[in-house]
């Protein structure tokens, strides 16, 4: 029988980068948000709420460019990290904004979207704790 209460979702979880050829761990360890941090719902709201206010504005889909969505993966990067160790620089809001904005950084962007999507970074067996 599931004991309700016994499987949580958690704040927020580590992941480590790899690198993109060989995948092994480079020992920079980011601090994600979990799906329900504050960080991650008040973003979501945001781009719900313009997408609601064009339709209900305009009666249209308003679908993102592609552009557009490159731009929302490295703001969803940038919000859903809270921290890294392991870098050649401190973290900071304004530093992962430059790092991941760098096109040719796209393959960490990449990386972090995968790592957010993970239901299962984000889970934990209370049990277990």
């Known amino acids: ?44 709201s945001a781009r719900v709420a313009r997408a609601q206010k064009v339709f209900q504005r305009d009666g249209r889909v308003d679908l993102p460019s592609f ?13 859903s990290v809270l921290g890294w160790t392991g870098a050649d620089r401190e973290y900071s809001p304004a530093e992962a904004r430059k790092w991941f904005s760098d096109p040719r950084e796209g393959w960490v962007v990449r990386q972090l979207t995968e790592a957010l999507a993970e239901q299962t970074r984000f889970i934990e067996d209370s049990a277990l704790v």
């Open 67 to 79: 552009e557009e969505q490159a731009e929302q993966r490295i703001e969803d990067a940038v919000s």
């Open 1 to 44: 029988m599931y004991k309700i209460g016994s499987i949580v979702e958690l704040e927020s979880a580590t992941y480590e980068l790899k690198h993109p050829k060989t995948g092994e761990g480079l020992g920079v360890i980011f601090t994600l948000a979990g799906p329900s941090h504050a960080v991650r719902q008040s973003l979501q």
